[in-house]
């Protein structure tokens, strides 16, 4: 069933430096990288800049970074220092931090150390909102902002910013329209391919995968509806790059219908609604309500609603949390999740894993037992 | 449980009844007694030894008296740990062993102030519970005492319990993972979920936690909210805070606790009381600079576990509380004798080191093995090591402001955030101010933080040309790395990069 657009998706996602990427940088555009949702993507759009959502894709081992990072920290910072020492990132002109954790906090700072790149900034997000937060948010926003127009010479008017939200609109629209399809009873595309089409764009200039994602879209409306799975499930979680690990979930019967991980669409895909004159403080709201990572610690009930809604909404039958190793927030936070989710009759299975997809043969069995002990 | 089960425990119990009658007389008045110490150290060492226990019996007829003689069995059966810290004579005999004149003396008064600290704490934990809020450690409770509350902070007894026997954390930690929580967070967090899902830490009225200090931490007041059905109010403490904007927006927060806490508990803030707690500080901090200001002499006056530990329980428990001033006032009296008669904590300081990260709860004798076995003298710590301004008392506004920015750059809280150097700088000033040998760094398996310092850590000490020594150990937790594992960490660090000769 896989299309030729499909096809395309999976290339872009072979390289953490695509050949969108690349045809951008030739035409003068400049990559920025990021590595958190709380990093708002269209301030990343102004202009001529693009986001670049930094993953590690075919990460094999970790030899220098666990050497700075330890190898008690979790694969994906791991994975992302490893990048950077062997030069896998060297078309990005910059990268922007979030002290989401204790590993992206620690991963910047090794990064200063070894790299000492040209541009890096970590951005000071708050851990709960708040009136006086969000001012802070905002005005962390246009801090960046000024820094950017400064080293990079772009437009960062509030006109730009503008645009820029629009474009980012306009995208997340079709993301949206395309996730909308995988309420339906019978859906036209896999969670597989849905996380492929996400992360490539996510990892791509919009405006050069945009193209793309419509031909896809045209390629859906022709397509029957998967009718032959045992389960629908939701998958919860941090940070999930590798389309792959869907597929291992899905290789077991289920279907992938829903998602609440780093890269994920719910609740992130929304448009930007502008609020006001200030497009920092539009910003800050957005990036706000658009994540929902337990390193904000007064949203826990959000969270657990936003999963028991979109369990209803999507017709979810069970919930995969998977959890990358050593990650504390996640691993923390599971411990109170797992238990309201199954107070509500929720099932739920709890994986842990590495960045990278590993130990197939064991998460296979799990997904397997776990689809099996829902009775489907 | 199955019968197999009961007489297999029963058994292996009495088969441990050997070691547990010899470790109870070591550690007893006579193992003391028979260790032969100098005539004057057993005097001191009975007087305090008689102050804690007559401490203690006043304490339980205090309970007795005001919780009747069947609440204060209940209170015992539903916190069983308190049974753990009458220990607290047996904590002092172990850290006073090889040691002898004023820096043996200043090791009972340590011990014993923070008998009584951990008495009073045990006080407003069982004696008033409709004015008890939780606090979560590093958000020292002085705004609470201020408004006429009672507190506790929930991680205490998990950092108190590890010190007064290894053990005493394991059945709490394994209960945390047992619920699901990690196996690989800090065991401090685990220690203090797993003692809440027994039941055994008292319920208040509600629950003031924060960012601070790592993700486990925080991240369990998520649990910890939900298993006591509390309100909460989370302090947030900025990434960037050594700016006037962080210092501004923490003292609205910390305005915003003190409101929110005036709408849900019966306390209310009075600034004159606030006033008197942050002059105690003050004062505590002018009298813990001149104690460091001695420190740098070579050999130093005073030492170890009378430097690190009074400050963990009197800096971030109960400062500016009369106890705890004074305390350091007598501390300050045995360094000035030293100090004036040129005499120092031990005679063999042959190596100068300062400890990184939290200290090794379970194992803190290991301090007073290597100052016996190598001659190395812990002259300060990371936890305790301070230097913020004093706080400004003029008006509510400026002790908010100030008293904030305390906790913000306080130790372990500057430690985990902000750029890399907040982390590193501190490790280099102290090597110069105290004139160190060597860098100790407690390689706690559960903070990742400090273990993806230590690349960059390695490489800035070679080019110093500072000896490090990474120690893997776990907090709370003896059975991830033993205490012979760790002696043996230290020896060979010893041995073969200081080439170092044993003392016996």
Redesign the interface.
Known sequence: MPGKTIKVFEELLEDPQNRLVEQAVKNGRIPIGYSCSYVPEALLMADKLFPVRMHAPGLAGTEIAD????S???SY?RGLLEFEMDGRFDMLQGSVYV?S???M???Y??L??LRKPAFNH?L?V???V?Q??LA?MA?ELKTISDKLAAHFHVDMSDESINTAMQKWNAFVNVIQTIGELRKKRYPPITGTEFHQLVMASLASPKDLILPYILDFQKELEGRQGIQNCRARLMVVGGHLHDPEFIRMIESQGALVVADRFCTGTIPGFHPIEPIGGNPYKTMAEYTFARTLC??M??E?DRRLNTIVDTVKEYRVDGVVLE?I?????W??????L???LRERGIPVL?L?REYRLCAEGQLRTRVQAFIESMGK | MKLNTVIDNTKTRIVLLPDILKSFLRNSLLGYLFSAPHPRDALVYMKYWSMTGVAILIFLGQALFKLGPLGLVRSLIKNPWILTLLRVNGLANRLVRGRSGMYHDSICLTVHSVALGVLEQLRDMLFDPKHLVIFEDLVPYDIARAMGLKSYLLEAMGIVLPIMHSDASLQYIDE?EN????P???SL?KAT?GMVLKGHMPKGIAIV?S?MP???G??????L??AYDLPIY?L?V???FYNE?AEK?FA??VM?MITWLEERTPGRMDWNRMREICNGRNYMLEMETELWDMLRIRPAPLASEAVWLSHLWHFNITAGHPISIRHYEKLLEMARKNYTNKLPATENEKYRAVLWNPPFLHFIDIFSWAERTYGVTLINDSMTYNHHEPIDTTSPETMLRDWGKTIMQGPMVRH??G??ENYLDDIFRMVKQFNLDMVWIANH?GC??G??????LRERCRTEGIPLLILDYDLSDPRIVSHDNMMRQVEFFMENVMKAQRLH
């Open positions: 050497n700075y990072l330890s008690f920290v979790c910072a002290p954790c204790t590993h906090q620690r991963l700072d090794n200063v150390y970590i000071d708050p851990r709960k708040n006086d937060t802070w005005e337990p390193r610690m007064e826990f959890i190793k050593f990650c504390d927030l691993g923390v936070d599971s411990m109170p797992v238990t309201a709890k842990e | 945390a619920a699901g929580m990690n690989d967070a800090c967090p979920v936690s960012n790592c993700d486990a925080a991240a369990s007041y998520a649990f909210q939900r989370r947030d900025p990434y960037h904007r927006l609205r927060d915003g985990t955030r750029p890399a398996v990742k933080g273990q993806a310092m230590n690349g960059i």
